[in-house]
């Protein structure tokens, strides 16, 4: 497919992803072009829109270049637990065509433009395009450390560091491709979003974030967050970047 050279919409979704991919290393020429022709033939979904059902037999890979999105599970009783939120230039999952079936859903938190790499193709890949694979499964390493630390922000992190820990995650995330407002980000998340990413009650949730503005650390307003203190919110949390792999991002 030859895209519109006019085409500035797919044009500017793409650069999230180049620049998640170029921190592991440069992208050829041809695999800009072929980057940019996948994010000409994505799809936008409504906000709360399941991409993927847990127990489905994979068919593509996901690529999101707008929007939020996130991981689950849901129990038997109907408890949901979110795993992981996806933000523009994150994708799921580079190995997929080795599953029998997937063992997590993915839903659209907000509204989300999002791409399809089908199994065929992505396997074509493999063989013409190593180093962009190499580069994907590098970015897949990052994913399993983020997933090894909410695992500890849940498991021995107290609730305001849970919550706190996580805003500045997203802070260093968002900032690395280009979609912060200095400390301040788009946050299309529910307080009950919130309670199944951290464990935490809505209730608790509240009372967390009112304990945060109290104390001058955060702002939120209309789905924006705004971080006052960054530094008294990396100390507070014991927030460490290591995992991210975001050395060229800095906080204060």
């Not at 006019?6 to 991919?21: C, D, F, M, T």
């Not at 500890?152 to 690395?176: D, K, M, T, W, Y």
């Not at 199944?196 to 949730?205: A, F, I």
Request: overall charge neutral; glycine content about 6%; some cysteine.
């Amino acid at each position: 497919m030859v895209l519109d050279a006019g085409s500035e919409v797919e044009s500017r979704a793409v650069r999230p992803l180049i620049h998640k991919l170029e921190r592991f290393g440069p992208l050829a020429e041809p695999e800009r072009d072929l980057l940019t022709r996948l994010a000409a033939e994505a799809s936008l979904f409504a906000p709360r829109t399941d991409l993927a059902h847990e127990g489905e037999i994979p068919n593509c890979l996901f690529v999101f270049l707008e929007g939020m999105a996130c991981r689950y599970k849901v129990r038997s009783s109907g408890a949901r637990q979110i795993l992981a939120y996806l933000v523009p230039g994150d994708f799921c999952d580079v190995d997929v065509g080795l599953l029998t079936r997937r063992d997590h859903a993915i839903s659209t938190l907000s509204s989300c433009r999002v791409a399809r790499i089908e199994l065929d193709t992505l396997q074509d890949l493999l063989v013409n395009q190593p180093s962009l694979i190499r580069a994907m499964r590098r970015a897949t390493l990052v994913d399993d450390a983020t997933a090894r630390e909410w695992l500890v922000n849940v498991g021995s992190r107290s609730a305001i560091e849970r919550i706190a820990h996580l805003f500045l995650e997203l802070l260093l995330r968002l900032r690395a491709i280009g979609l912060t407002r200095g400390d301040s980000y788009d946050l299309p998340v529910s307080q009950l979003d919130l309670a199944e990413t951290t464990g935490l009650s809505t209730v608790h949730v509240n009372r967390t974030l009112q304990d945060l503005k109290r104390q001058g650390l955060i702002e939120l307003r209309s789905r924006l967050l705004t971080i006052r203190n960054v530094p008294r919110l990396v100390t507070l949390s014991g927030f460490n970047p290591r995992y991210l792999s975001l050395e060229t991002v800095g906080l204060p």
